[in-house]
């Protein structure tokens, strides 16, 4: 079955700064790639995502970039603020086979203001 | 509001008491799931469900049953709960194949 992997566990950067989380995924299949944003104590929250037809998408300060043949894709964060920091989630799924994501096991950012 | 309702928030029960936690979505959604949360494993997924009477199991599906009579309610059943349960579970739905979940608040369950 699928496998995600997420780098790195934890991370700090001073606000304004940007910030790069990378995942990696073990089955050409999967086709689809949702982040996910989960304040403490909160529910995760879809941020973006981004298909297999697709090498980059932004949505103002967060962009996703997506190598298929290397098999990873990364969360880009630019100009960090203080209410960025949560932990986020990356997962995998084959969107033609239900929806069975497969989630990353998170990774804590901090925002230093 | 578009929402997805679990309850309870919160429940503290006994080793092999049956319980049952609900979930309902009021946005008319095909998709529904399942996952726990534990600290250092990110969520996992127990069952989904791709429409009524249609589920499928996630990757822990041990020890869980789920059910999908109507469309809006997903319940998740535990039928002999044990320690290794003890855990945060989020129910999700979402409106097709290829597109994200929208989580409820979640349930924070504890064995005992």
């Known amino acids: 079955g699928e496998n995600v992997e997420q780098h790195p566990s934890t991370l700090s950067v001073q606000e304004g700064d940007s910030a790069v989380i990378k995942c990696t995924y073990s089955?050409?299949?999967?086709?689809?790639f949702p982040w996910y944003k989960q304040e403490l104590g909160k529910r995760p929250q879809l941020i973006i995502d981004?298909?297999?037809?697709?090498g980059e998408k932004k949505d103002q300060r967060i962009a996703v970039t997506l190598n298929k043949t290397a098999k990873h894709f990364s969360l880009h964060i630019t100009e960090t603020q203080p209410e960025d920091s949560a932990v986020y989630f990356c997962a995998a799924s084959m969107s033609n086979y239900g929806q069975n994501f497969v989630f990353g096991p998170g990774t804590r950012l901090s925002v230093l203001p | 509001e578009a929402q997805v309702t679990q309850n309870p928030r919160y429940l503290i029960t006994v080793t092999g008491k049956k319980l049952t936690v609900t979930c309902s979505q009021n946005m008319n959604h095909e998709y529904m799931s399942w996952y726990r949360q534990d600290p250092g494993l990110g969520l996992r997924q127990i069952y989904y469900?791709?429409?009524?009477?249609?589920?499928d199991k996630g990757d822990v599906p041990e020890g869980y049953k789920v059910s999908r009579k109507e469309k809006r309610n997903f319940p998740l059943i535990l039928e002999s709960p044990s320690p290794n349960q003890t855990s945060l579970y989020f129910c999700?739905?979402?409106?097709?194949?290829?597109?994200?979940?929208?989580f409820g608040s979640g349930t924070r369950l504890t064995v005992v």
């Open positions: 089955d050409s299949a999967s086709n689809y």
């Open positions: 469900s791709m429409n009524v009477e249609v589920t």
């Open positions: 999700a739905s979402s409106v097709g194949q290829g597109i994200g979940y929208t």
């Open positions: 981004i298909r297999s037809n697709v």
